[in-house]
């Protein structure tokens, strides 16, 4: 077909483009029940009602970040989420809250359609009692054997997040993880993650049997998001080189590796961890209490940097596709730019 023959959308991409697009992504938009297969990543302080109801009115799929939260303000997030949009949203529970079961009961009394669990394998009957009131559950595999565990165990979906993710992450890239369980997970749907920052990317991950994916570090920067002017402009001006994984130096004091931006609280986390061990091997300290302190050093930090905007001690958890953000934009627009870049990509192909 010439291009003078070629229809096109509204948004400016041919219509034989979006055509492919849709079908590619149909499986993942059926079960979100959006116009994309857009997830968003569900980020502390940033993931809140705000930036979910603009994702959804968008025609993505919002999600809660419950993180920390109490049962009593995951209720009003809940509320104060609907109250803004009537699309479908889930909310992102994490697994070793010490109360899981009250967070289900409150996504069970608002009828939440769809709960991610996430920060390890689901304990014992919570993907059970989230399908008895009729929502659907979607969890992180970040190998295909717990991928098949997770199927097994009633997962209704899986998202696949690779290490260019922010927050975090494990130790396997997302190109990896997509060869490695994508051809061997067909019974539900899977959602990609990690490093994603154009809709070429998308596109191509759908070609390889994606359902959908997970977008968290490009959606920061919205004009929605309430994230701190100074997290925003740390974002914009940082390149992907500059989202690193916090560093282990001792094995004896196991760090959780999370990658954000480099700022000071990056080297004097290294200095902590060094004097803390000094002082243990000096007999200072037993192993519990310098566990406890490297464990603890970065306790409120992402709050200090997303809502206070200390971006020197706060943490900036960012993913590698953070290069990718150049500006502030409302979601809408976000969106538009997402698919218009898949569409043309399947286009041209």
């Avoid at 993180?67 to 303000?73: F, Q, R, V, Y």
């Avoid at 399908?131 to 717990?146: Q, R, S, T, W, Y």
């Amino acid at each position: 077909m010439s291009t003078s023959e070629s229809s096109t959308t509204s948004a400016g991409t041919s219509a034989e483009g979006r055509e492919r697009l849709d079908k590619l992504w149909a499986r993942g938009r059926d079960f979100l029940g959006t116009e994309y297969a857009i997830l968003g990543g569900a980020m502390s302080w940033v993931s809140e009602r705000n930036l979910v109801a603009a994702l959804s009115n968008a025609g993505g799929f919002g999600v809660i970040a419950c993180g920390s939260m109490t049962p009593d303000l995951l209720d009003a997030e809940i509320t104060a989420t609907k109250a803004m949009t009537d699309k479908p949203f889930g909310v992102n529970l994490i697994t070793m809250h010490p109360l899981l079961d009250d967070l289900i009961d409150i996504c069970a009394k608002h009828q939440v359609s769809h709960v991610v669990l996430a920060g390890g394998i689901p304990p014992g009957g919570a993907i059970a009692r989230i399908k008895e009131f009729g929502a659907k559950v979607i969890c992180f595999a970040p190998a295909l054997v717990l991928a098949k565990k997770l199927v097994r165990s009633g997962c209704d979906a899986l998202v696949v997040e690779g290490a260019e993710a922010g927050g975090h992450i494990g130790p396997i890239s997302t190109s990896v993880l997509v060869q490695e369980i994508l051809p061997h997970v067909t019974d539900v749907p899977v959602f990609v993650a990690g490093g994603i920052g154009r809709g070429e990317t998308i596109a191509s991950y759908l070609q390889m049997g994606a359902s959908g994916v997970q977008l968290g570090t490009r959606f920061v920067c919205a004009t929605e998001s309430i994230a701190h002017e100074n997290f925003k402009k740390a974002f914009i001006r940082g390149a992907s080189r500059d989202a690193v994984t916090s560093v282990q130096i001792d094995p004896r004091f196991p760090v959780i590796p999370v990658r954000a931006l480099k700022n000071a609280a990056t080297e004097q986390f290294m200095k902590t961890q060094q004097d803390v061990i000094n002082r243990f091997q000096d007999g200072k300290i037993d192993m519990k209490e310098a566990q406890l302190e490297i464990e603890h050093f970065w306790a409120g930090a992402l709050r200090r940097a997303v809502i206070d905007g200390d971006v020197e001690s706060g943490s900036i958890m960012a993913g590698q596709s953070v290069g990718m953000v150049k500006k502030e934009q409302p979601v809408a627009e976000i969106m538009a730019e997402l698919v218009e870049q898949a569409a043309a990509y399947l286009e041209g192909m």
